[in-house]
């Protein structure tokens, strides 16, 4: 018998029938011999439309009132699911993130999960019961106060529950059938990942994979918690994120698929970011540091920089980053109240970008990759802006127009589609 | 400086703009000088429409559960109302009902409190912000599950936070101007009535007015914590509901109004009976407790009971007594279940009823009341099906179809009406 810890998305549980639909699948686990415990998102759109409530009577809600209401999603939902578990038979028994045990800091809107104590949910286990937990929240260790763990959190509340209680595995339902090698909206081709490591798994969620959260993924790498991320409307396997060494759960479930190692794993993309250079930057000690300090204060996370070597002739140089589109102004705003200091000549801000990723860890043994990943961006026609790279993945920014023949040349040159999975809609996962 | 706490039903917080209304209130309140306690329901029907998400899942929702689901009402109209409140620059600081530490026992449903632990309200108090309760809403003592208090609980939460508080007064917000001597509606000269004691209060809402539950006027009068009905849509001064000796906020609220005691303090009508009569029973010792034995292991909770005199001749007797409609069918089918027992001839059902009561304190002292309400009844051609009395109530049952014009002669017959309040709609309050 295998503990299991089954998170579904909002868009499973979007309405009664996708309740009914989820609740026979986590009987079904049950009746399977399995112990299970579930979290839950709110339902499809509920949690923009209790925000947009709140727009309504304040432009600058409190943080903590904000959490309030929208933790009024989750109970909801797992409410719904407990008594549609109890017409099926067997006894659901919610619990919001308080009452689970999900512990945090005091960040309203985006807390740090500090500890869980899901001492309820182990008596709910003893007692036979399915616990059904709400994602997304936790009561803070000084406060008291209810907190939320910001958007996509839900897959980070299963995981930190699955490694509190010691479960074998979690799956992460979503509405798309796992992880795939590219954007099967842009390569057809495309197919899913049977099986994915930690940090492959993170690099692609970095570079713009939106199956699962950076966050969740960090958390199960921290504590060795095999994720199985599949679709809630089929019965097919999805992705395994794993160390390299297979569980037995995950063993039986990849029975027949190669386990060998691809060199490449996956091809992401991100069109979230805008790129900003600094034109003629005097070529001085402390001056990048300057630069990205006056950036780190405005709270802005930067990607990649690439600085060209300097010119001999002027003593200048050119300083590009790249960073999130939604702090573009933000950004150039810090920057320009420092044009005295600095002395740079211009700066320039270019939102029209995309960045495209190849990962995969087995390109630490394989030379080439590169040579091969830039040769099939040139026989596209594609220049390359930037070039950024990590010990298993490389990463460049093109035009925002050339961003889908990129994926798919770059797809095909690694021989990544066989054409046996069929693509399925690839969307965002809910919360 | 008062302490007060303030009570607002669902049809006050129904929208954003009535939250923001009620945000002012509360501030203005404040501003005068007082420390304020808030009390606020779900917002107008969302908890009917939680209700119906239930109904699509399952047939039986488990108490439990249900409660889980329907306090999310509270959770987003408290939190709402908390950010509105902080927009006009004060600190609204919003509490579940267990956080606000009302403990009640384990009736999923219908859970009474046990006690109130009120430590987090009073320290929101000391640093000067305003605390927003939820109504409706505790948490069980033994299990820690969330529980509900019933419809219409949200005042009982206002009365018992203001008793555990030592608050000064408790206003219980609504959508009519108070208590009237008669329902507007029916009798347009129906007048408000300044001020009514707890047990006028209660034999008023035992009898069908429906402005403040009975529950919450019992919890009231056993904590002496007076109560101000008052609607949130207007600033005029609503109905006192308080012991004999008023306090000193009361007497100043009430400045002008004539303390003396009115013999009659109102007319109440009830539709929600029916009446089942017993034909026939033997006229032996212990007939009548087996019958009411029976009602009473249905959870049926009887009215009136009439017993008529035995006719000499048969040895037999007739049992009438009311009941709510809604009970009708069980109680008909216990009462079948015992025919061979009992031996009673026949079983009348009659639900086209209707219970006219006169309330008054004053009536103690006063012979002859009984002889005005039966009078007018006479001069109006009502025919009376049933009376009862308490030592300040006269009730009768009549036919349905009478009550309106019943309920008009007593009111004109015992001079209620003075013409100098406006008739305003009069419906049931919020929860």
């Known amino acids: 018998m295998a503990l299991v810890v089954q998170k579904y998305g909002g868009s499973s549980v979007a309405d009664a029938d996708g309740i009914k639909r989820v609740a026979q699948r986590i009987v079904a686990t049950h009746k399977a011999g399995n112990a299970v415990v579930v979290v839950v998102s709110a339902m499809g759109d509920s949690t923009d439309e209790l925000r947009d409530l709140a727009d309504q009577v304040s432009p600058a809600p409190p943080g903590r009132e904000l959490d309030m209401l929208l933790t009024a999603g989750e109970r909801i939902s797992m409410a719904l699911l407990a008594m549609a578990i109890a017409n099926l038979g067997l006894e659901g028994r919610s619990f919001t993130g308080s009452q689970a045990g999900v512990i945090t800091d005091s960040m309203h809107g985006k807390a740090r999960i500090i500890d869980v104590t899901p001492g309820r949910i182990q008596t709910a286990l003893t007692d036979g019961a399915i616990p059904i937990v709400a994602g997304f929240q936790g009561v803070s260790q000084t406060t008291k106060d209810i907190t939320t763990l910001g958007r996509g959190a839900s897959d980070t509340t299963a995981v930190a529950l699955a490694a509190a209680l010691g479960a074998d595995y979690c799956e992460i339902y979503t509405d798309v059938d796992g992880v795939f090698t590219a954007d099967p909206r842009i390569v057809p081709a495309a197919k899913r990942i049977p099986r ?9 969620a970095a570079c713009g994979t939106k199956v699962l959260m950076l966050r969740c993924v960090e958390y199960a790498r921290r504590y060795g918690m095999p994720i ?30 190669a ?17 900003i250079t600094l034109v003629g930057v005097p070529d001085k000690v402390g001056e990048a540091a300057r630069i990205f300090r006056a950036i780190a204060a405005a709270a802005i996370n930067i990607d990649m920089i690439v600085q060209n070597v300097s010119a001999a002739a002027t003593g200048r140089t050119d300083i590009s980053f790249t960073l999130p589109r939604d702090d573009g102004h933000a950004g150039m705003a810090a920057l320009r109240a420092l044009q005295d200091e600095v002395g740079y000549e211009r700066l320039l801000y270019d939102d029209r970008i995309g960045k495209v990723s190849v990962v995969g860890a087995g390109m630490r043994s394989h030379p080439g990759v590169s ?24 990463s ?26 069929q693509a399925v809609v690839y969307g965002g996962s809910g919360r």
């Open 371 to 394: 040579a091969t990943f830039f040769g099939a961006l040139a026989e596209a026609g594609i220049n390359i802006e930037m070039i950024s790279t990590s010990e298993i993945r490389i």
């Open 228 to 257: 199985h991320v599949r679709s809630s409307f089929s019965n097919r396997d999805g992705t395994w994120v794993t160390d390299t060494t297979p569980p037995a759960g995950e063993a039986a479930a990849m029975e027949g698929e």
């Open 196 to 204: 994915i490591s930690y940090e492959e798994m993170l690099e692609m």
């Open 396 to 421: 460049v920014v093109v035009d925002e127009n050339d961003v889908e023949m990129a994926v798919a040349a770059v797809h095909s040159a690694f021989d990544l589609g066989d054409g046996e999975e």
């Open 259 to 275: 386990m060998e190692q691809a060199i490449i794993s996956g091809v992401a993309q991100d069109r979230g970011e805008a790129k």
